[in-house]
T-cell receptor, first 115, second 112 residues
Framework: ETGVTQSPTHLIKTRGQQVTLRCSSQSGHNTVSWYQQALGQGPQFIFQYYREEENGRGNFPPRFSGLQFPNYSSELNVNALELDDSALYLC??????????????FGNGTRLTVT | SQQGEEDPQALSIQEGENATMNCSYKTSINNLQWYRQNSGRGLVHLILIRSNEREKHSGRLRVTLDTSKKSSSLLITASRAADTASYFCATDAGAAGNKLTFGGGTRVLVKP
């Protein structure tokens, strides 16, 4: 069973640029969620994808967008990067078919630095 | 916004001692989960407690949930240096599930 993998592990971008982060979900998991974790804080929910459609969104502006592919992998895109977007971006997969009470399986994240 | 708030923010103990951390939240929940994060890495799920449960055990971990007080506690018994990490509580309150709201975490240092 393969776990959740994210790429790249680290990324440095300039303010105003665009970035794409990638995530492969754990085998058998059809739901992918993205979280943003600023330094010293807890993760904040960005959005969730289920069967290739957005299935809930947190308090993030539209310049944060995503995709889910038929193989359940996912991308997070951020346009017009701002300095405050510097954070660890975490992808997590899960199996909602088991009901509401299923844990999340996290990848190790992508560390994004915006200068 | 963060629904869960952990207390204390940081904890330093000797190996072999117990570590207790608390979590408070604001709204009704389906379940509450605890996660561990080693520095700069992803979160690892530790334990999930449903809203109709009051206590749950997993190895050296004991979690309690008091829905009337909207609070939970995580106890790690006989701590080890490898338990050094940040611990987060997360609540699942949505109808569709798995959209977690995390607290700010408790940073635990276990000294050998």
């Amino acid at each position: 069973e393969t776990g959740v993998t994210q790429s790249p592990t680290h990324l440095i971008k300039t303010r105003g640029q665009q970035v794409t982060l990638r995530c492969s979900s754990q085998s058998g998991h059809n739901t992918v969620s993205w979280y943003q974790q600023a330094l010293g804080q807890g993760p904040q929910f960005i959005f969730q994808y289920y069967r290739e459609e957005e299935n809930g969104r947190g308090n993030f502006p539209p310049r944060f967008s995503g995709l889910q592919f038929p193989n359940y992998s996912s991308e997070l895109n951020v346009n017009a990067l701002e300095l405050d977007d510097s954070a660890l971006y975490l992808c997590a997969s899960s199996t909602p078919g088991q009901g509401q009470n299923s844990p999340l399986h996290f990848g190790n994240g992508t560390r994004l630095t915006v200068t | 916004s963060q629904q869960g708030e952990e207390d204390p923010q940081a904890l330093s103990i000797q190996e072999g001692e117990n570590a207790t951390m608390n979590c408070s939240y604001k709204t009704s929940i389906n379940n509450l989960q605890w996660y561990r994060q080693n520095s700069g890495r992803g979160l690892v799920h530790l334990i999930l407690i449903r809203s109709n449960e009051r206590e749950k055990h997993s190895g050296r971990l004991r979690v309690t949930l008091d829905t009337s007080k909207k609070s939970s506690s995580l106890l790690i018994t006989a701590s080890r240096a490898a338990d050094t990490a940040s611990y987060f509580c997360a609540t699942d309150a949505g109808a569709a599930g798995n959209k977690l709201t995390f607290g700010g975490g408790t940073r635990v240092l276990v000294k050998p």
